[in-house]
C-alpha cells in the first residue's frame, strides 16, 4: 500500500508537466487590505446580493451570462490536486477585479484581496490558480468582485470564469471535477442537490460556504432510494466547510440543505466520486 501511494506522487510530480498548459495571467496590480466582509457589503448597497435586499434570484455566471461578481465555490491547491481557472473580462473595456480566498474553515472574514487587471474582451488562464495568485497551499472558496479604479464595488463590471479541480491517476491520465463561476446573488432559504450517489460503489461529500458574518446552523436532509437520514452543522462565517456524507448506503439520493436562519449568502453543493475510476461530478443546489 505504502509503495502504491510512494508511485502515485512520483507519478503526479513527472507528469505534471506533461499536463502543464501556456498560462496566461492578469497582471497584479497589488495587495488590497479591504476585509472581505467590506467588499461584500458595498456589493449588496449596489442591488446585488439578492438575499440581503429581497431581489430576484440570480442564474449562474457561467451558464448564463457575466455578473459583477462571482464565486468559485471550491478552489485550492494541496498535495497531488490543484484548481485550473480562467477569469473573463467580457466589456470592451479595462477592468480591475479584487480576487479573495477565504480557507476551508478558517472562519476569517478580515482576509484581503489580489487586485488584478483584466484587458478588454480577455480571458486569462491559470493551471494552478490558488497557488499563483494567493500563494497558499490549502482549499477553500474564491470570490471574485469587479472594482473602480478608487476601489468601490462596480455594478457596471461584466466578469466570469471556470475552475477545475484536477490530479493525475495511476493510469497517467488525469481526473476532475468541474466548480463553475457561480452568482453571490442567490436567494434565501432552501436548496437541494440531486443526481448524487453514496454505495458500495460510489461515494460522496457535500460542501457549504457560508459568506455570511456569523455562524449559522444548517439542517441537511439525504434522502435516497436506499435510505435516508438527517444532521444538524455548524459552518462558521466566511468559510467553507465540506465533509463526507454520514452513513448510507442510499443509492442515488437528494441531499437538502435548509438554513435555520432562512438566509441567503452561502453555497451548497454534493460531490460524488466513482471509488474504482474517479470519475466524478458535483452538483450545485438549487433554490
Not at 30 to 45: D, E, M, N
Amino acid at each position: 500500500m505504502k509503495r502504491t501511494f510512494v508511485m502515485f506522487l512520483l507519478l503526479a510530480a513527472a507528469s505534471h508537466g506533461a499536463f502543464a498548459a501556456e498560462e496566461r495571467k492578469a497582471e497584479v496590480v497589488g495587495k488590497v487590505s479591504t476585509p472581505f466582509l467590506k467588499a461584500l457589503q458595498g456589493v449588496s448597497a449596489q442591488g446585488t446580493t439578492s438575499s440581503m435586499l429581497s431581489m430576484k434570484p440570480t442564474p449562474n455566471v457561467v451558464l448564463e451570462g457575466a455578473e459583477s461578481a462571482f464565486i468559485f465555490p471550491v478552489a485550492g491547491s494541496a498535495g497531488a490536486f490543484r484548481t485550473e481557472a480562467v477569469i473573463f473580462n467580457r466589456l470592451s473595456r479595462t477592468q480591475l477585479v479584487d480576487v479573495y480566498f477565504l480557507p476551508l474553515g478558517a472562519g476569517n472574514c478580515n482576509v484581503g484581496a489580489v487586485r488584478l487587471r483584466l484587458d478588454a474582451n480577455t480571458w486569462y488562464f491559470y493551471s494552478n490558480f490558488v497557488s499563483d495568485v494567493f500563494g497558499q497551499a490549502t482549499f477553500g472558496s474564491v470570490v471574485a468582485f469587479g472594482v473602480t479604479s478608487t476601489g468601490a464595488a462596480d455594478s457596471s463590471a461584466r466578469i466570469d470564469g471556470n475552475a477545475r479541480i484536477w490530479s493525475v491517476d495511476l493510469g497517467g491520465g488525469t481526473t476532475s471535477q468541474n466548480f463553475p463561476a457561480m452568482s453571490i446573488a442567490v436567494p434565501g432559504g432552501d436548496q437541494s442537490a440531486f443526481g448524487l450517489r453514496k454505495d458500495e460503489f460510489y461515494r460522496t461529500n457535500w460542501g457549504i460556504f457560508n459568506y455570511d458574518s456569523v455562524t449559522r446552523t444548517f439542517d441537511l436532509i439525504f434522502n435516497g432510494l436506499r435510505g435516508y437520514a438527517t444532521m444538524s452543522v455548524n459552518i462558521p462565517p466566511c468559510s467553507l466547510i465540506q465533509q463526507a456524507v454520514p452513513g448510507g448506503p442510499y443509492g442515488s439520493f437528494e441531499l437538502y440543505f435548509s438554513p435555520r436562519d432562512g438566509g441567503g449568502l452561502y453555497y451548497a453543493y454534493g460531490s460524488s466520486v466513482d471509488n474504482i475510476s474517479g470519475d466524478a461530478w458535483n452538483v450545485p443546489g438549487r433554490k
